[in-house]
């Protein structure tokens, strides 16, 4: 739906909802690989990647 609106028409899916309980987030690398991503320590600032 989002991308029927001019602004969304590039939007994309970046992350899911999954019913594992470990509260963890997994990135998916360009090259096919997979890594934690750490919490935040202290203050919770926009991350830049």
């Known amino acids: 739906m989002i991308r029927l609106q001019l602004e969304g028409r590039d939007a994309a899916i970046i992350g899911r ?9 997994v990135l998916k690398t360009a090259v ?17 990647c």
């Open 17 to 25: 909802v999954t019913k594992d309980p470990a509260s963890r987030i």
């Open 32 to 48: 096919g690989g997979a890594r934690l991503v750490e919490s935040l320590s202290g203050e919770p600032l926009p991350r830049i």
